[in-house]
């Protein structure tokens, strides 16, 4: 049947496509918020951190590993302009929800100088990212920072 159908069909001579024109993608930068200057507490091992107004007990929670963390960010194995846009990226995505996240940046033993993309991190939330924090606090031992995200305002 099918041979029946298609008797007496030529091909075409060439191809009658055209090639469709390439797309642009689009970037959507999301601005960061503003700074904000916190207050910072540490022994060179453990650090915590927290926005004006924000009491010490919350750092303890955090520091003591009582508040539980809804999502989490491991960087390991990242260079530290990854793990910058990587945590970025992931900060920008939970702003908002005012939750706990948890960021695993290692202890930095296989690294030469210390625990670079642990300083990075802390940089980071420290100062551009700094205004999307409610707190923070990290152990020198454990390798990671948990993080309270500031609500909607």
Do not use: N, W
């Not at 191809?15 to 918020?33: E, M």
């Amino acid at each position: 049947m099918f041979y029946a159908a298609i008797e007496g069909a030529t091909p075409l001579g060439k191809r009658d496509r055209v090639p469709p024109a390439p797309v642009k993608a689009t970037v959507v930068v999301s601005p960061l918020p503003p700074e904000v200057k916190l207050v910072v507490e540490g022994d060179g091992e453990r650090y915590a951190a927290r926005a004006p107004g924000v009491s010490r007990a919350e750092t303890s929670q955090l520091r003591a590993g009582k508040v539980r963390a809804d999502d989490t960010l491991d960087l390991h194995g990242m260079t530290v302009d990854q793990g910058r846009d990587k945590l970025r990226e992931f900060m920008a995505g939970a702003a908002g929800l005012r939750r706990c996240v948890l960021i695993v940046h290692g202890k930095g033993t296989h690294s030469e100088h210390g625990a670079p993309l642990r300083e990075m991190a802390l940089g980071e939330l420290l100062g551009p990212l700094s205004g999307y924090v409610h707190a923070f606090a990290t152990d020198g031992g454990s390798g990671a920072t948990y993080v309270v995200l500031r609500g909607k305002r």
